[in-house]
C-alpha cells in the first residue's frame, strides 16, 4: 500500500472542485466527472456522469454498452445528478438537484430508472425546503431507500414505493448522531451495522440498524472512529462508503487525503490505498465487487479505478 503526500487542511470540496474545472479548461475538453457507481450483479457497472448530464453503463471490462441522459427539463432529463444506487430489480437511483440561474438549489428529488433508462418516479421528502442537499443515496435488500441530505445531516428512509417511512439523525454537532456534514452511508447487513461518514468532523459513525416486527427502523449509536489527521486512521473530509459484506471491512473515500481508507468493523485502520504515480484525484464514488475488488470512481481524472482485494491496481477504466 502507498502512502501518499496529503492535501494542506485548509485545501476544501470546494477547492478540489475548482482544481477539477481548472485541469478540464487545460486539457480543452469537458470530462465526464464521474459521482456514483453501482455494481450490477452481472459485474456491469453503472456511472453518474455529471458533467455530462447522464448514467454510462459499462461492462466489467469497461467497455461501453448503453448511457441515457441529457441536459434538460423535462422529467426523464438529469441536471446534478449525486450518488448511484441500484435496486433488485435493476433500477437506478439518482440523488437530483435542479439548480436556478444564480446556481441555488432549486428542487431536489430522488429520480429512479428503469434499467433502460425510463423514468420510473420521482420522489421528493415532504416539507423539502429545496435545500437541503440530496448527496447520496442508498437501497437496502428489502427495496427501502436510504436518502442523505448533506445541509442539513438528514437521512431518510422511503419505501419501495417513495413513501417516506421516517427520517433519522438531523443535529449539528459533535455528538453520536450529530454530523457537520452528514456525506454518505453504506450498509453491512450480515451484522446489522449501518455506517455514516461525518465529513467535518473527520470521522466514521457506526449504527446498529434494526428493525421492529411493526416495521419502525432505529439506528443505534455503537461506536465513531477518526480524528482530523493525515496518519492512517486519521481522516480529512471523508466522503463515499463501500461496505465489503463478505469480511466486513470499510471502505472511505478520505478526499483530502486523496486516498481510501480500509478499516474493520471495530473501526482499526487496516490499509490505505491509492492509485500509483497519481498524485491529484478525487473519490466521489465507491463499490466493492463479489470477488473483493474496490471500484472507485475518479471525478477528478474521469475515470474509475479497480482495485485487488490486496490493493494493488487492477486496471483503469475511462468513462466515456
Known amino acids: 500500500m502507498r502512502f501518499l ?27 465526464p466527472r464521474p459521482n456514483g457507481i453501482a455494481l450490477a450483479p452481472d459485474g456491469s457497472i453503472y456511472v453518474m456522469a455529471l458533467a455530462n448530464h447522464r448514467v454510462v453503463h459499462l461492462a466489467p471490462d469497461g467497455r461501453r454498452l448503453d448511457a441515457f441522459g441529457r441536459l434538460g427539463d423535462r422529467p426523464v432529463d438529469i441536471y446534478e445528478g449525486w450518488g448511484t444506487a441500484l435496486d433488485v430489480a435493476g433500477n437506478i437511483y439518482l440523488c437530483h438537484i435542479w439548480r436556478d440561474q444564480e446556481d441555488s438549489i432549486g428542487r431536489e428529488s430522488i429520480k429512479v430508472f428503469s434499467p ?50 421516517t427520517t433519522l439523525w438531523g443535529a449539528t454537532g459533535t455528538g453520536p448522531g450529530e454530523f457537520i456534514g452528514l456525506r454518505d452511508v453504506a450498509f453491512d447487513a450480515p451484522r446489522g451495522l449501518l455506517y455514516a461518514s461525518d465529513a467535518g468532523n473527520s470521522r466514521i459513525q457506526q ?25 492512517l486512521g486519521e ?25 481510501i481508507q480500509i478499516f474493520d468493523p471495530e473501526g482499526n485502520a487496516l490499509a490505505e490505498l491509492a492509485p500509483p504515480g497519481v498524485d491529484d484525484w478525487q ?24 482495485f485487488e482485494p490486496d490493493g494493488r491496481l487492477r486496471r483503469m477504466i475511462e468513462v466515456p
Do not use: K
Open 5 to 31: 503526500p496529503r492535501l494542506r487542511p485548509w485545501i476544501s470540496v470546494a477547492l478540489l472542485s475548482v482544481i477539477l474545472l481548472s485541469a478540464c479548461s487545460l486539457a480543452g475538453r469537458q470530462p
Open 235 to 259: 481522516l480529512a473530509y471523508p466522503q463515499y462508503l463501500a461496505v465489503d459484506e463478505a469480511s466486513g471491512r470499510l471502505a472511505v473515500g478520505d478526499m483530502a487525503n486523496r486516498r
Open 283 to 306: 473519490v466521489m464514488g465507491l463499490a466493492f465487487a463479489p470477488d473483493g475488488a474496490l471500484l472507485a470512481a475518479d471525478a477528478l481524472n474521469g475515470v474509475i479505478w479497480v
Open 207 to 231: 449504527f446498529d440498524l434494526s428493525t421492529t416486527p411493526e416495521g419502525e427502523i432505529s439506528a443505534v449509536h455503537r461506536r465513531s472512529f477518526g480524528t482530523y489527521g493525515r496518519d
Open 116 to 165: 433502460t433508462g425510463r423514468l420510473v418516479r420521482e420522489i421528493t421528502a415532504p416539507g423539502e425546503d429545496g435545500a437541503e442537499g440530496c448527496y447520496s443515496v442508498r437501497v437496502d435488500d428489502a427495496g427501502r431507500i436510504f436518502a442523505v441530505y448533506n445541509n442539513t445531516n438528514h437521512l431518510r428512509i422511503f419505501d419501495p414505493q417513495g413513501r417516506l417511512l
